[in-house]
C-alpha cells in the first residue's frame, strides 16, 4: 500500500560521524495543517525487520493503522545509529568507552536534518508538534534532546532509557535546566529490565519531574509488569507513547 512506503534519504555527511542513512515514513493526511514529527534514534530498529538487530518496531504499520482511525499521528524519521561507535554518539557524558559526542550529533539533527524534514515533507515546525525518541540509550538521548534543544523538540519518548549512563549524570543535569515550554515527556521500563533496576530509576526520575509542576497532562510513566529489554516490548508499547505525546495537542 502506499501510505506504508518509506522515504530512504542520504546517507547524509554528519560532521565527526560516519555517514548517516535516514528512513521516513509519512502517514496518510487527512487536513491541510502540517504534520507533527517524530525524529527516532536507531533508526534501524524502528521499521522493518531486516535491518534490525532483533527486529523491527513496524512503526510504519502502527502509525497507518492509528491514522486509519482517525488518530492524529506524526511523520515518523529514523535515524540511523553507527554500528560500534552507538553507545559514545547517544551519550551525552562519558563512559568507559569514550567521551559522549552526543552534543555534536544534535547539532547536525537541529541545524541539517530537521530542516529538510520540514521542507522536504511539510512537517511542523511548532516544538510542540515536534518529538524525539528511542529507547536504552536512545531515551537517554531524547531525553537530553528535549532539554538541550526545547526549541526544537517539545516533546520526548523515552523508554528504558539507560539512565545509570555517568552514573546518574542525566539527574543532576536535568534539574539545572529550566523546564522547557512546551514539555510532554513519554517515560517506560520494564519490571524485567536490570532486575527492576531500571524501572525503579525511571520512577525515581518521573517523580522529580512530578516535583518541578509535571502532571498527567505533560508526563507519562509506564511500569510494564512483564516487560524486558528488547524491540518487542517496545514496540507493544509504541502506540501508547504516540498516543500520549501527539494526541491531544494541548495550547500553550
Known sequence: MPEHILHHLGPFDVPGFSPRLVRVYVPPRRS??????????????????????????????????????????PIVVGIDHGGEARIGELSPFPTRMGHGRLEGFLEWMVRDLVPRIGHAFGASSDPADTGVGGSSMG????????????????????MSPSLQ??????????????????????LDAGALEVGGHLLRATASL???????????????????KRGAHNEKAWRRRAPGAIRFLFGNRRKR
Request: no cysteine; proline share 7%; charged share 20%.
Open 32 to 73: 491541510h495543517a502540517a504534520p507533527p514529527v517524530l525524529y527516532m534514534f536507531d533508526g534501524q530498529n524502528i521499521f522493518h525487520d531486516e535491518p534490525s538487530f532483533a527486529g523491527g518496531w513496524h512503526l510504519h504499520t502502527t502509525v497507518a493503522r492509528m491514522a486509519a482511525r482517525g488518530e492524529r499521528v
Open 139 to 158: 531515551g537517554l538521548a531524547a531525553l537530553y534532546a528535549h532539554f538541550r534543544h526545547p526549541y526544537r523538540f517539545g516533546r520526548a519518548m523515552s
Open 165 to 186: 549512563i555517568g552514573r546518574g549524570a542525566l539527574f543532576d543535569w536535568i534539574e539545572r535546566q529550566p523546564r522547557p515550554h512546551p514539555s510532554r515527556i513519554y
Open 206 to 224: 518521573a517523580q522529580r519531574l512530578a516535583e518541578r509542576g509535571y502532571d498527567g497532562q505533560s508526563l507519562k510513566l509506564v511500569a510494564a
